[in-house]
Structure formats: C-alpha cells, structure tokens
C-alpha cells in the first residue's frame, strides 16, 4: 500500500511539473516567436500536439515522453534566441554606456543626461565625464516603488568629491513603441542595459515626470574602499554589455539581481531572510544589517528619506542632488 501511494505521488508529481513546463513553453512561444502574427498560432498549435499525444499515445509513460520531447524541442528553439545591440531603441536606450579605466582615471562614454519636457517628450543627451578613483566618497541608493510595497526599483549612486554623483540603473532596454511587461520580462523581450546616468536624469524621471512613482533615498555605510571596488565592478559589466548584449529577465537579471551580482562579497557574510526575495522590502532588511546609515526606528529613517517633494522643489537646479540630500536621515548637514 504504502509502495502505491508513494507511485501515484511521484507520478503525480512528474506530471504537475510537465505541466508546468507545458505552460511555461507555451508562454515563451506566445511572447518570444519573432514574427508577432505567428505567436498566438505557434502557442495554440504547441497546445494541440500536446493534446494530441495525450490522446493518442497509450500509458503515463508515452504520454510523458512524447509531451516531454516537444517541450525539449520548444526549449532548445528558445535557448537558441540571441540578444542584440543592433536594434531599433527608443531614444533614451539607444546607446549603451562603456569606459576607459586607467589606473585611477576613469573616463565614462555616454553617459546619459536627458533633458525631460515631459515623460516622453525629452531631448537624449550623451555626455563623456572623466573622475577620480581616489575621490571616491560611498555609495547612496535609490528605492522606487510604483504600486506594490513589495516590488521596488534600486539605482545605486557614487559620489564623488568634487564631481557629480554617478548613478547606475540595471533596465529592461525597450525598442521604439514597446512597453515595460512584468510577465514578458519573464521571456526573451527585452536586452539588459546598464543605464550609467546623471542623478538628475535618472531620479526626476521618477520623481517630477512619471506618475505614482515614489522615490527613497539611504546613504549606506560603504567604505571608500568598497565602493570602489563596486563601481569598478559596474564599469566592467557596462564594458562587456557594450561589447556583447545580453538577455533582461525579469526572475534571473534584474534591477535587483544585478545588484547583488556586484556586492556579492559585502552581502556574502549576512544571514538569508525572506526579504531578499522582495526588493521592496530590501532597505529594511539593509538597514537591520548594517548597510544603511540612520538612527532607528526605521520606519521613522523610511518616512524622511522620501524624496519626491525635494525633487520637484529641487527640478531644474544646478545643486540638485545636495537639494534631495538635505536633513536626510545618514547624511551630514551641508
């Protein structure tokens, strides 16, 4: 009896994981095939080998197998997708960052520094700035959320001495006329870019032209030390993407995960909470250990470091991110 139960669990098990690899697959077809008129065909007629298997196809075991292989064969096409640079971006996307490292010169090529009318009315901008590694003074972050607590958008920023800060935002690069999905990002829609961006471009956007966005910003207790070496790290995967683009996914190689990615070694000693699965809840769990500056409570540090009424106040002045910055919690008064 007991050798039963355990059959039909393991059987049981096998086909609700087939089934969501069933889904899965039809899913990729739906968003992923390159001609958009053939994507809701090729997904009903994956559906409709399955069920024909299913039905003609005697025992679990051949059901499964034959199931099986059309899934692995859908899988090896997908696999098989290549990213580009060489599309048709919108223009706020359509040059990817890179830099000349030498010694502790570091030259930043196309840094983006729009000039926003609205939020799709901008003038792109692209700039060349060169700093100094030996100025550098930390790392400040950005926490955007746009509806749920529980999902949140980070964008590291170096600061500088003498020089304005520099903020990195891991994104989704859309093409001309595409939107930002949560369940395309799931699938191959859309490359990785590593948007390398004056703060005034990268944070107004959020706070002064786009609608229920609310923006937080923590100084964190990074080192000089560490932030360099997190910044060059950044710089070399700019460098790479620049070279060779890679796939955005929304689960694998995220705003988040890319994150993580570069601060591996200053995270690798704290403990797993639930936290890290829901960036929206990734400055509390930073602020309990340590890598955010501020006196406790934090919900009290959280209420001060929103920063949308600053920003506006702020807009257009050349002092824009000493502006956000004052009386924040962690910061010292200019």
């Not at 460098?239 to 955005?248: D, I, K, S």
């Amino acid at each position: 009896m007991a050798r039963r139960v355990i059959r039909w669990a393991f059987i049981s098990l096998g086909w609700l994981t087939l089934a969501g690899a069933m889904a899965w697959a039809t899913a990729a077809l739906h968003f992923d095939i390159p001609i958009p008129d053939l994507r809701i065909p090729a997904a009903l007629a994956y559906v409709a080998v399955n069920v024909g298997l299913l039905i003609l196809l005697r025992g679990w075991r051949g059901k499964s197998i034959g199931c099986l292989v059309v899934f692995v064969a859908v899988l090896g096409w997908w696999l098989s997708l290549k990213p580009s640079n060489d599309r048709a971006w919108q223009p706020d996307l359509d040059r990817t960052a890179w830099a000349e490292i030498a010694g502790d010169r570091v030259t930043i090529h196309n840094l983006r520094n729009v000039d926003y009318r609205t939020e799709t009315d901008f003038t792109p901008r692209w700039e060349e700035r060169t700093y100094d590694l030996a100025a550098i003074e930390g790392i400040d972050i950005f926490i955007t959320y746009w509806g749920s607590e529980w999902i949140a958008h980070p964008i590291l920023s170096f600061r500088f001495q003498g020089a304005p800060p520099v903020a990195i935002s891991a994104e989704a690069r859309k093409e001309v006329g595409e939107a930002y999905s949560s369940v395309a990002g799931f699938f191959r829609q859309y490359e990785l870019i590593y948007v390398i961006a004056d703060e005034r471009d990268v944070i107004r956007l959020r706070t002064n032209y786009r609608t229920g966005e609310e923006v937080f910003l923590y100084r964190t207790t990074a080192t000089p030390d560490v932030a360099r070496g997190i910044f060059l790290d950044y710089l070399r995967r700019a460098n790479a993407l620049h070279e060779r683009a890679e796939f955005y996914n929304a689960l694998t190689s995220n705003c988040t995960t890319n994150i993580r990615i570069h601060t591996l070694a200053e995270h690798a000693a704290l403990p797993w909470d639930w936290r890290l699965l829901l960036n929206g809840k990734a400055d509390e769990y930073a602020f309990a250990n340590g890598r955010i500056a501020g006196e406790p409570p934090f919900a009290e540090l959280k209420q001060r470091a929103h920063i949308n009424a600053a920003a506006r106040a702020a807009d257009q002045s050349p002092n824009f991110s000493l502006e956000i910055r004052r009386d924040r919690p962690g910061f010292d008064a200019p």
